[in-house]
């Protein structure tokens, strides 16, 4: 009698079935993101007056250089995953590890930047300008934190040897959500970026 295999027991399919999860999470993900960018857009558009408006700061040049950053940590994360790929264990590991720590670095530079507008009293009570630029940071930063905590589990298992070449489900999933964070965040700061120049 021939043995049957389900999904759950077949690598391959559960591979697959684990991206489509991811894919479906990453949807529900660039929902919300989208409708946020659109208030924004809306409310720009309402606001014929000048952003940022007279006595606040403008976006904090920090901001063009965590982009710089988190676009070099989506390259990292690529290479990272041709490396296992291939089974180049050392290149892999090194590789996730740039990465991871510059994700950490996109992080610490997002927090420098609030510290930049808090000090150069950019208050929600003064300005819309302001609220779409908390809100947008942070609604990113919480999610990019969110993949700093399973990325330290993946360098984790990393450095067990539990990655091969025909089973590594975990750093697929990973790079996918990564990727769609640098998506995310060039889509955001653009958008913030065309608020400071679009004029009614």
Do not use: C, N
Not at 67 to 96: H, N, P, Y
Not at 127 to 140: D, G, I, N, Q, R
Not at 163 to 184: E, S
């Amino acid at each position: 009698m021939k043995q049957r295999i389900t999904p759950f027991e077949d690598p391959r399919a559960r591979t697959e079935a684990g991206v489509m999860g991811m894919l479906v999470f990453i949807v529900s993900l660039a929902m919300i993101f989208a409708a946020t960018i659109l208030g924004l857009v809306v409310v720009r558009i309402e606001d014929d007056g000048p952003w940022p408006p007279a006595g606040m700061p403008a976006l904090p040049s920090l901001l063009a250089l965590s982009t710089v950053v988190i676009l070099v940590s989506s390259l990292t994360m690529w290479l990272t995953t041709r490396a296992i790929a291939g089974d180049r264990q050392v290149e892999f590991r090194r590789w996730l590890w740039t990465t991871f720590a510059l994700g950490i670095a996109f992080l610490v530079l997002q927090v420098a930047a609030w510290s930049q507008v808090i000090a150069d009293e950019l208050d929600f009570d003064r300005h819309l300008y302001a609220w779409t630029f908390y809100v947008l940071t942070a609604l990113h930063a919480l999610h990019v934190l969110g993949g700093i905590g399973p990325m330290a589990v993946v360098v984790r298992h990393a450095g067990r040897g539990r990655y091969r070449a025909d089973q590594h489900r975990g750093v697929t999933y990973l790079a996918m959500y990564w990727h769609f964070l640098d998506l995310a965040w060039v889509s955001l700061y653009a958008t913030l970026v065309w608020g400071t120049w679009f004029r009614s």
